[in-house]
């Protein structure tokens, strides 16, 4: 059985919101509109109307979309990455920035 999500086949989905802070859910949530967005982008450029201006518009859309949430993903993994790893304690040391 299959079921639409969010949006048609050729639709495109403005159920978003990519300006919302990266979590621990997020980048599931990232990625499962990625995975959207990808099956759209590869309807849209197998489609009839790939090559007229409302389909090369979705098409740059939906492109723009991937790359935004991928640089979301590395941007939460790296600040997860940078939030697990803490400095190892030093008890009675001073640091000296010059």
Known sequence: MVSAVGASTYGISTQR???????NGSVQTL???????????????TCVSAN???GQ???Q??????SAAKAQIARALQ???GASSSPP??????DVWA
Do not use: C, F, M, Y
């Open 89 to 94: 304690s030093t008890l009675g040391a001073v």
């Open 61 to 66: 859309k939906l492109s723009a979309d991937i």
């Open 31 to 45: 990625e499962g509109r990625i995975h959207q967005d990808q099956i759209q982008l590869n309807d849209w450029t």
């Open 17 to 23: 919101s990519p300006s919302s802070p990266p979590g």
């Open 57 to 59: 518009a979705a098409i």
């Open 52 to 54: 007229t201006p409302k």
């Open 79 to 81: 600040g997860q990455s």
